[in-house]
């Protein structure tokens, strides 16, 4: 659980308290809130249960069943639950006690739940449902199962790689936020959670400031954030951040991942070379000095990448702390100066020894020449990744795009795949004849398909509506897939906006698709061959029809491809350009087809809430006449590059 009160560098600071910034150090660890000398949990006016009475009401124990508690903070609880209909865990997060009571506490609550909501990436937590019960207001959110970076962090410093992965991919987060006017205003360790495969998610926008609709919430003065990981300007005024402020946090995350360090105090030389003049470009005082945008970091850190070097190690003296230079007697764990602690694990043994140690005393292990192979072997092992990383880095280099109606589109970076499935593929169709295909050119694609939201605000209308069958089979919402959409009308829905924008959209070719649906895989579906992981990625007949839901479900609850795509598997069968033909793979161009020339059928690829595991492969193909529409339908638009 991301904790408010613990980031091995300082504590949050999350009231309008007016400071003066020469009472308050760098290091300071105290909590501030509400009033000049009170803390946030002082704050109880009255006002919040006010606040709370209009939020929706939820049914906690008829829609979960709560199986922990993942942690406590100043505020409140997360408990661990389980949704009873979707199967899946989530993690509720909700105020308790007497901060109910506290307008304060509830302006944050709905602040971080409104911030969220805004978002859709899968570098940041998501919320599924936000209200209350008797107990007071609750958040439900994506349950992230990996832990805190904050916990990873208590192990020790990173591998340079792996540092730089997780600020890039973080810039990626703060990339979509700041595009939605919202700056974090907590970015540390704590607030970054991972998921088992090592994914970071951005959590914890309770402090987050919205620039087009904080108008007088975070008043002029107030100190807000957490100290060791608060930009200059933050620790006068958290009413004056902007973007630039986040990535001063982030850039201190990154030397806590490089060094093992607080950023309390930040030391060039324990920086690696290749990364000290960038981050430290980054950790410039003055806001005009550092990088104007979080995409022009990323593509700072990516440079860099290529050439992690590890900063050379120097002598200790026995006694002497590492961090400040003081003397302390030999059998001390922790420095009596700065409380740095003065004991590892031996890189050959995993026994503890001192800092200074140069031989283990367990395995005789000499820690120079283990530190050395640990690095060739960290660089083999890099090298080895390079070409997957490349791919990765490339869609990191393009920056995602958000339109005027929050439709967010990532770059797919050019590149050679082969497209069909070999004979031996489970459930495939003999017109999945394998070939080589190049896309020539990267394109941006939407994250999701289109929604009714997105529908309705170009093309004023809802063809998902108006006939009874309809009731049956389609959810309502702004977030749902804009379903019974035939292709001659995606195609409209595209001229629309295209004008509406002064920008080129259009439906992706069917090569353009796989080839995204795949994410540089080979396999059945683009995370693997195992079935049974499907669930993770799709909606499709086992999790949604066979159970009673039998409609397309919210778009990016489940988890994305390589690419950033969400429900390319299942949801809805989408729409692509092309004219179909059976045997069109036998006489494709090997660069850039567009399909054939004419036809009676329109391709549709990928599955849908209805369908069996087999036409949620990355290689399955349909067809329909275009003006057919049906609640299993919909579509996702490609924007070409400007």
Excluded at 351 to 366: F, L, P, Q, S, Y
Excluded at 539 to 551: C, F, L, P, S
């Amino acid at each position: 659980m991301p904790d408010h009160e613990d980031s091995l560098g300082g504590e949050t600071l999350a009231g309008d308290v007016k400071a003066d910034p020469a009472e308050q150090s760098l290091g300071d660890g105290s909590t501030l809130g509400g009033g000049e000398a009170s803390s946030l949990s002082d704050t109880t006016d009255g006002e919040g249960e006010n606040l709370a009475a209009g939020l929706p009401v939820i049914d906690l124990g008829k829609r979960f069943e709560i199986e922990g508690e993942l942690g406590q903070g100043g505020m409140g609880a997360v408990l661990l639950a389980r949704d009873k209909s979707l199967g899946r865990q989530v993690a509720i997060k909700r105020i308790l006690g007497t901060m109910i009571r506290s307008s304060a506490a509830v302006n944050r609550f709905i602040t971080e739940a409104k911030s969220i909501a805004a978002l859709n990436h899968h570098n940041i937590v998501q919320i599924y449902e936000f209200g209350q019960d008797d107990d007071g207001p609750l958040i439900v959110i994506e349950y992230v199962s990996g832990g805190s970076l904050l916990d990873r962090l208590k192990q020790g410093k990173l591998e340079p790689g792996e540092a730089i992965r997780i600020t890039g991919q973080l810039c990626d987060a703060l990339t979509i936020a700041h595009g939605k006017g919202i700056i974090h205003r907590d970015i540390k360790p704590a607030n970054v959670l991972l998921t088992e495969d090592g994914v970071p998610k951005l959590t914890d926008f309770g402090l987050a400031k919205q620039q087009n609709t904080d108008h007088g919430q975070t008043a002029v003065g107030a100190i807000m954030g957490t100290i060791d990981f608060m930009p200059p300007e933050q620790r006068r005024d958290s009413s004056s951040v902007d973007e630039r402020s986040d990535l001063w946090s982030l850039a201190a995350v990154c030397y806590q991942m490089l060094t093992g360090k607080s950023p309390k105090v930040i030391r060039e030389r324990d920086i690696p070379a290749n990364m000290r003049d960038l981050l430290m470009q980054a950790l410039e005082e003055d806001p005009a000095d550092r990088f104007a945008s979080a995409a022009e970091f990323k593509q700072a850190l990516m440079s860099a990448s290529s050439s992690v070097v590890v900063a050379p190690v120097k002598e200790l003296t026995s006694g002497v702390c590492p961090a400040c230079n003081a003397v302390n007697a030999d059998n001390r764990k922790f420095c009596c100066e700065c409380a740095e602690s003065l004991r590892t694990v031996c890189l050959g043994c995993d026994i503890e020894m001192a800092v200074w140690d140069k031989i283990c005393g367990e395995c005789g292990g000499r820690q120079t020449d283990l530190r050395q192979q640990a690095t060739e072997k960290s660089v083999t092992e890099m090298a080895a990744m390079e070409k997957p990383a490349a791919d990765k880095a490339a869609i990191l280099a393009g920056a995602p795009i958000t339109n005027t109606i929050s439709m967010t589109f990532n770059n797919i970076p050019a590149g050679t795949f082969t497209m069909g499935s070999p004979e031996t593929e489970e459930g495939r169709d003999d017109h999945e004849h394998q070939h080589k295909v190049t896309i020539s050119k990267s394109f941006y694609m939407q994250t999701t398909v289109v929604t009714q939201g997105q529908w309705k605000s170009v093309m004023d209308t809802e063809p998902w509506t108006g006939w009874f069958f309809n009731k049956s089979y389609v959810k309502k919402g702004a977030d749902y897939p804009a379903s019974y959409a035939s292709w001659d009308n995606a195609v409209a829905y595209c001229k629309k906006l295209s004008e509406k924008e002064s920008k080129t959209y259009r439906l992706p070719t069917e090569a353009e698709w796989e080839y995204a649906c795949r994410a540089g895989t080979q396999t059945r579906w683009s995370f693997g061959n195992d079935e049974k992981v499907l669930g993770d990625y799709a909606w499709y007949r086992d999790n949604a029809w066979d159970i009673g839901e039998q409609y397309a479900h919210q778009v990016g609850l489940k988890k994305p491809n390589a690419f950033g795509l969400y429900d390319m598997h299942g949801n809805v069968c989408e729409w692509c350009n092309d004219y179909f033909e059976e045997d069109y793979y036998q006489q494709s161009p090997a660069q850039d087809p567009t399909g054939p020339e004419s036809g009676s059928f329109r391709v549709l690829r990928g599955g849908s809430w209805f369908n069996r595991t087999r036409f949620a492969r990355s290689a399955f193909r349909d067809r329909r006449d275009a003006r057919r529409n049906y609640d299993l339908y919909g579509f996702r638009l490609v924007r070409e590059l400007d």
